[in-house]
């Protein structure tokens, strides 16, 4: 279901971490945070406290070495940049220094505040992985989490083994010489979770949220977005991506000559299924186009080469009255395709993504090829991580909640969540304000406004109810068995909650995640424990600091229950329409201003923002950032200023907002995120909303006609 979030830029489409995600509708993922591709350098810190251990079924009986972890970012007041002015460049004031002062490293294609604490959770993560791994009678999720490390790190066996692991499915691909016997394939391999071709799962009814239905939705390029496959500027990735196509394929066994001429036909295969495709911008911004309820027999009708009534019993799935099949335009090619594309095209399409996505986890020649071109390729990355990073990422794809249920009991302390839900009211009370003193809202829209507001629900740390892994069975005998197994194991997961009521006490991202997201069919918020450390979040720390990190997190995941798509979902969390006409014609003119203020930010020489690509997290930045300032002057109410570093707590505020936002990019990684990411780049959403606070001028004594002071039509007033 849909899923917005703070997210500073993550990575998209394109696999630059050996991770296994579910074949799930994504319907607007739009994370908080860090990518998985993240590596290690950062000065030493204090180390947090030591975590609440009562918060998994079992008692803790794990240790952590706090002196091994890298340390967080803090806003420190020698940080800044004197010889700028804060209201001609904000961010250059906040972070030039910073930046000028730490590189990229060379495993990472950005380096912020958000990777810094990716990067202290991986930490963590280790000691607990490398304690697991070396209980060879661990039991539960101590023993997931041991069998897969134990085997990603054991090179000298992955390499042994080579492609040997996938032998039974590449002979059944090769065995394909009919449109029956591929579309049997398509749904054999499907339910093993090794669906390539489309993505496939449960999620709420848009009109009922209380019950999960199964959704269909396109999938099956291996570039980031359609226009990569027809766009001039981009010819150069399409081009390197055929090169690797042909690699992989002789790295399976194809001799070269028959490897290059296949890896023609997948970028055919690919560009046919992309021109029936639908580009990211357009699903980013109408959520409704992944709601398209259907009866199987009537999909039947419209895809009858794949026909959806089979599917669903081959999936061992009950077939329902109705389904979403979601950009049936992309179905319906599918079926075309299975009748009139030569068997031994499908081969090579099939052949080839089956060796890429279990590339990470095999021997090392695969994972060298894997690298060079999504990571090293398409984001800049100059070096490929080392294995326990790469292992890692596996285990948050494969079994996250399984280490974060490790993870809450020695890294989370019990402080934090208390101290969280105190801002967390704090930031409701100040947007319920906001709400009702909206001038341009009328009555009636201001009513239904008030009561989302009222079933907002808040998720803080961890899950109070860990998910059940009876069932997976790990061992020490092969790595990409096991993520295999998982892989398996989710998928039949995720298909057992198909007609069932949604389960709401269930998270989308497991607790050690750098992150936090709104929910809009369950209308919930949701903060991860690694989130909670500095620069967002300390709970000794003043309220500026905190009012100004974490504060706007939380104000910018409840704006965006009423960001462009978000407004679109109602109290219960069922898409409906809750707006007069007269209130939802004022909210676009507020929101087009939006759109054009980030549309004039220039990310490089000829390199545009997307205003209307990244509008939903704008509008969540200004109305984040805006309620959080509110909160803080009333919880600092008749408190006197402590005029920190000579600072008052207004410029505290917004500085920390400016420290969050603090990162570098390589220049592949930036185009590749201008062009498809829902983010605005990290400099600009330092910028963009306190631009449009009246606060930030006052704070900084700004003056009319400065960059960091829009006023009148330029202006952007919204929640």
């Not at 085997?151 to 039974?168: C, E, F, H, R, V």
């Not at 407004?567 to 939802?584: H, I, Q, V």
């Not at 390199?607 to 002057?633: F, P, R, S």
Request: aromatic fraction near 10%.
């Amino acid at each position: 279901m849909p899923r917005s979030g703070a997210c500073s830029n993550c990575p998209t489409p394109s696999r630059p971490e050996p991770s296994v995600s579910l074949n799930k509708p994504q319907v607007l993922v739009l994370s908080l945070a860090v990518a998985a591709s993240l590596a290690a350098c950062a000065k030493k810190e204090e180390a947090a406290p030591a975590a609440d251990t009562a918060k998994a079924d079992q008692p803790a009986a794990y240790t952590l070495d706090e002196s091994k972890l890298p340390g967080v970012n803090r806003f420190v007041a020698s940080d800044l940049d004197a010889s700028k002015n804060a209201c001609e460049d904000f961010d250059g004031y906040v972070n030039g220094k910073w930046l000028a002062a730490n590189a990229i490293p060379g495993d990472r294609t950005s380096w912020g505040a958000f990777e810094m604490l990716d990067e202290r959770s991986t930490a963590v993560q280790r000691q607990l992985a490398e304690q697991a791994g070396a209980d060879t009678k661990a039991t539960g999720v101590q023993k997931i989490v041991g069998d897969l490390w134990a085997t990603g790190m054991d090179a000298a066996k992955i390499n042994q083994q080579g492609i040997a692991p996938l032998k039974a499915q590449l002979d059944a691909i090769a065995a394909l010489d009919s449109q029956e016997k591929i579309a049997d394939y398509l749904r054999t391999s499907a339910a093993k979770g090794e669906n390539v071709l489309f993505d496939f799962g449960p999620d709420a009814d848009f009109k009922d949220s209380n019950v999960n239905i199964a959704y269909a939705s396109q999938a099956g390029l291996g570039l980031p977005d359609k226009p990569y496959y027809f766009d001039a500027d981009k010819k150069d990735k399409l081009a390197a991506y055929e090169q690797h196509v042909a690699k992989v394929l002789e790295l399976s066994g194809v001799p070269a000559a028959d490897a290059a001429k296949q890896a023609k036909d997948v970028i055919a295969f690919e560009t046919r299924l992309a021109k029936a495709s639908t580009e990211k911008k357009e699903l980013q911004r109408d959520v409704s186009l992944y709601y398209n309820p259907i009866s199987p027999a009537d999909a039947d009708k419209l895809a009858p080469n794949f026909p959806w009534t089979k599917f669903f019993e081959s999936q061992g799935v009950a077939t329902p009255a109705m389904f979403s099949l979601a950009m049936p335009k992309f179905h319906q090619e599918v079926s075309a395709m299975l009748a009139d594309v030569p068997a031994a095209q499908w081969q090579s399409y099939l052949r080839f993504h089956t060796v890429d996505e279990a590339s990470p986890f095999l021997s090392d020649a695969f994972v060298e090829e894997n690298f060079n071109f999504y990571s090293k390729t398409l984001r800049g990355q100059k070096e490929m991580k080392e294995r326990g990073k790469r292992v890692l990422a596996a285990i948050r794809g494969t079994a996250g909640e399984a280490m974060g249920e490790m993870y809450v009991q020695v890294a989370f302390p019990a402080e934090s969540k208390v101290r969280m839900q105190e801002l967390v009211k704090n930031l409701s009370e100040a947007l319920k304000a906001r709400i009702e003193h909206l001038a341009w809202m009328g009555d009636d829209t201001k009513k239904k406004a008030m009561e989302k507001w009222a079933a907002f629900t808040p998720k803080i740390g961890y899950p109070d109810k860990w998910r059940d892994w009876t069932g997976l069975a790990t061992s020490r005998d092969s790595y990409i068995g096991n993520v295999l197994a998982a892989n398996e194991f989710n998928y039949k997961w995720e298909l057992g909650k198909i007609g069932k009521p949604v389960d709401r006490t269930e998270w989308g991202m497991p607790p050690q995640t750098v992150n936090a997201y709104y929910n809009p069919s369950r209308n919930e918020i949701v903060f991860p424990a690694a989130i909670l450390q500095p620069p967002f979040f300390d709970p000794k720390a003043d309220d500026a600091t905190n009012y100004g990190g974490i504060g706007a997190v939380i104000g910018h995941e409840m704006t965006h229950g009423y960001d462009d798509q978000g407004s679109r979902f109602g109290p219960s969390g069922n898409f409906e329409n809750w707006w007069t006409e007269a209130d939802a014609k004022g909210f676009s003119g507020r929101t087009d201003k939006l759109v054009a203020q980030f549309n004039g930010y220039e990310a490089a020489p000829g390199l545009k923002v997307k205003g209307d690509l990244t509008l939903g997290e704008n509008i969540a930045d200004l109305g984040g950032l805006a309620t959080a300032y509110d909160a803080m002057k009333k919880a600092t109410e008749g408190k006197p200023d402590p005029m920190t570093d000579g600072l008052t707590r207004d410029q505290h505020f917004f500085l920390n907002w400016g420290t969050v936002w603090r990162r570098n990019f390589t220049p592949d990684e930036l185009k590749l995120r201008v062009n498809t990411d829902e983010h605005a780049p990290s400099n600009f959403r330092a910028v963009g909303a306190p631009s449009n606070l009246p606060a930030f001028a006052a704070a900084f004594s700004c003056k009319p006609g400065q960059p960091m002071v829009r006023e009148g039509d330029k202006q952007v007033v919204i929640w």
